[in-house]
């Protein structure tokens, strides 16, 4: 069983529409959470950073981490078409560089 | 503006021969990472550096090399002992210890022919 699963997609939505991506993780030492934007053929972006459980909105984005469950969201609102992109989770313990293990990522597409 | 570069964006190695891809940035960053993306693997550490003149294996480091002799550049050699190669190639780098989340560099996709 891998650390860090997270559903492959694709996952396609029209424009407008709330998009859930998700992540499961058995390692109960992790405390930070990202979620990282990946266009084809690019690098990740960072869009969220959290510490531990709770929410974190930024814009469009909100991020929640439920450590109990061992389970991390991103929601994005009124999704575009230029949301489409490759979305990855990942998450650290609090090591001495801290390690970073990442999903491997949810390919979402959003339809005009 | 600040970021990472990596170079070159394509590369094409012939059997046993070594390969240098190139990472410099200029965000002022101490520590800087290698990753590997396989499709439906996600991202796999290579090899990582805190400061300068040190750096760590990864969780797949066989087949790799990396120096790091100026904080800004932390080039990754692609050696012949490395059988299966192909694959898109990332440079991150990161304030000390990593707080903060990984800017990413564009990548480099290098192909064996």
């Known amino acids: 069983q891998k650390e860090v699963e997270q559903d492959p997609g694709p996952l396609s939505v029209p424009e407008g529409a709330i998009v859930s991506l998700n992540c499961t993780y058995s390692?109960?030492?992790?405390?930070?959470f990202m979620w990282y934007r990946q266009y084809s053929r690019k690098g990740p972006e960072l869009l969220m950073y959290t510490y531990s459980s709770g929410n974190k909105e930024d814009g469009r984005f909100t991020a929640q981490v439920d450590k109990s469950s061992k389970y991390i969201s991103l929601f994005i609102r009124d999704s575009q078409p230029s949301d489409s992109a490759t979305y990855l989770c990942?998450?650290?313990?609090?090591?001495?560089?801290?390690?970073?293990?990442f999903g491997t990522g949810t390919k979402l597409q959003v339809i005009p | 503006d600040g970021g990472i570069t990596q170079s070159p964006k394509y590369l094409f190695r012939k059997e046993g021969q070594n390969v240098t891809l190139s990472c410099e940035q200029n965000?002022?960053?101490?520590?800087m990472y290698w990753y590997r993306q396989d499709p439906g693997q996600g991202l796999r550490l290579i090899y990582y550096?805190?400061?300068?003149?040190?750096?760590q294996k990864g969780d797949i480091a066989e087949g790799y090399s990396v120096s790091r002799e100026k904080k800004e550049s932390f080039p990754l050699t692609v050696t012949s002992a490395q059988k299966n190669p192909t694959a898109f190639y990332l440079c991150a780098s990161s304030p000390s210890g990593g707080v903060g989340g990984y800017t990413f560099g564009s990548g480099t996709r290098l192909t064996v022919v």
């Open positions: 990942a998450m650290s313990d609090f090591g001495g560089y801290q390690k970073v293990t």
């Open positions: 550096s805190q400061i300068v003149n040190d750096f």
């Open positions: 965000l002022n960053h101490d520590a």
């Open positions: 390692n109960s030492a992790f405390q930070y």
